[in-house]
């Protein structure tokens, strides 16, 4: 169970309200709460786009391979919504690459693909997905090496 400071941390996560994160820190909060779901405050900011908010956390020590909800890291939940400039800068960081990030996101560009085929989506919308696999790819093996 949260306190009042911690639903506050979370909460300004998910609704990108930087200031309230920022004084929640200041306060001593713990950056690693948890919801109910098993969400940290950087889960919920990687979730919802919130790259200023991902910075702070990020800054202030947040773990940033820590296993949310669902066992979905930060740069999992940044990468499976498109947000690209965030999952660049988790990397950057030192987030990990896992095996099940990568699985995702061909999971995606493979029905993208499939969609695209039939008239469905944008084809150009498939390529830039099949083209972040494959920077998620290089990136993973610049990992391992």
Not at 30 to 57: P, R, S, W, Y
Not at 59 to 86: K, V
């Amino acid at each position: 169970m949260e306190t009042g400071f911690e639903k506050h941390l979370l909460d300004g996560a998910y609704n990108g309200i930087s200031q309230i994160v920022k004084t929640s820190l200041d306060l001593q909060t713990n950056i690693e709460t948890k919801d109910d779901f098993g969400d940290t405050a950087l889960n919920k900011a990687c979730d919802q786009g919130h790259f200023d908010i991902v910075k702070l956390l990020i800054e202030r020590g947040a773990n940033i391979n820590n296993l949310g909800g669902a066992d979905l890291s930060p740069i999992m939940n940044a990468a499976t919504n498109g947000y690209f400039e965030i999952t660049q800068y988790l990397i950057e960081k030192g987030a990990e690459i896992s095996n099940d990030l990568l699985s995702a996101i061909q999971m995606k560009v493979n029905i993208l693909e499939e969609n695209a085929e039939m008239g469905m989506v944008n084809p150009e919308g498939a390529k830039a997905w099949k083209q972040f696999l494959e920077y998620l790819i290089s990136k993973r093996k610049e990992q391992e090496s």
